[in-house]
């Protein structure tokens, strides 16, 4: 199976949930199988969100 990466994307007004939910679901599928997706967060711009 052809390995993926999963991008977190970051925004102005990104709640908490919108970034760990992907991470969370990404942890346990790596706890539980042999699946080990990197995760990547992309965001537009270098300013602080």
Do not use: K
């Amino acid at each position: 199976m052809q390995q993926r990466t999963v991008l977190v994307v970051l925004y102005d007004g990104v709640q908490s949930l919108d970034v760990t939910g992907p991470v969370e679901v990404s942890a346990q599928l790596a706890a539980q199988t042999a699946v080990r997706e990197p995760l990547r967060e992309v965001q537009q711009g270098v300013s602080p969100l």
